[in-house]
T-cell receptor, first 116, second 109 residues
Framework: NAGVMQNPRHLVRRRGQEARLRCSPMKGHSHVYWYRQLPEEGLKFMVYLQKENIIDESGMPKERFSAEFPKEGPSILRIQQVVRGDSAAYFC??????????????FGPGTRLTVT | TQLLEQSPQFLSIQEGENLTVYCNSSSVFSSLQWYRQEPGEGPVLLVTVVTGGEVKKLKRLTFQFGDARKDSSLHITAAQPGDTGLYLCAGEGTDKLIFGTGTRLQVFP
């Protein structure tokens, strides 16, 4: 059973370009979470999605960031007009359970975004 | 706002020593997880604790959830170089995990 897949593993973008990060959850998981991590820090929640629905986007910046989890295909985190401060590791996690239950999230290997 | 503070932030020890990492909050969590993260990789789940006062053992690692479910500790006995990594606690929030600030452990042979 394959784990959570993320691609690309490394992404370099110049200021002003767009970044697209992809996440395929574990088989049978329908809940996807995106987190951002700066060096030597813990992970910060960005957004929680189920298939075709955004459940909680309270951690996502209002400007330039968007996320989707379509009926078919991977979840996408999109960052428009990237700035140097967007440089970070972005992790996706999936779980079979959701709100109100004791759940465990399984993380992908992350995408390291570098903005030059 | 729910926050989780971990201490110490950094820990460098010799192989064979024992250590304890703490995870503290003023908020109550319905469950708490511990993860280990190695450089360039995602966090890997070690354990979930759910009941106040619960103790779980994973080989040389012992995890405890505080009685009030506001804090947790991770104790490693006879640390080995393979234990090196970033240890993260995470509390179950609404629709998300609230991660601690992390403890970077380095075990020297």
């Amino acid at each position: 059973n394959a784990g959570v897949m993320q691609n690309p593993r490394h992404l370099v973008r110049r200021r002003g370009q767009e970044a697209r990060l992809r996440c395929s959850p574990m088989k049978g998981h329908s809940h996807v979470y995106w987190y951002r991590q700066l060096p030597e820090e813990g992970l910060k929640f960005m957004v929680y999605l189920q298939k075709e629905n955004i459940i909680d986007e309270s951690g996502m910046p209002k400007e330039r960031f968007s996320a989707e989890f379509p009926k078919e295909g991977p979840s996408i985190l999109r960052i428009q007009q990237v700035v140097r401060g967007d440089s970070a590791a972005y992790f996706c996690a999936s779980s079979p359970l959701g709100t109100g239950l004791s759940y465990e999230q399984y993380f992908g290997p992350g995408t390291r975004l570098t903005v030059t | 706002t729910q926050l989780l503070e971990q201490s110490p932030q950094f820990l460098s020890i010799q192989e064979g020593e024992n250590l304890t990492v703490y995870c503290n909050s003023s908020s109550v969590f319905s469950s708490l997880q511990w993860y280990r993260q190695e450089p360039g990789e995602g966090p890997v789940l070690l354990v979930t604790v759910v009941t106040g006062g619960e103790v779980k053992k994973l080989k040389r690692l012992t995890f405890q959830f505080g009685d009030a479910r506001k804090d947790s500790s991770l104790h490693i006995t006879a640390a080995q170089p393979g234990d090196t990594g970033l240890y993260l606690c995470a509390g179950e929030g609404t629709d998300k995990l609230i991660f601690g600030t992390g403890t970077r452990l380095q075990v020297f042979p």
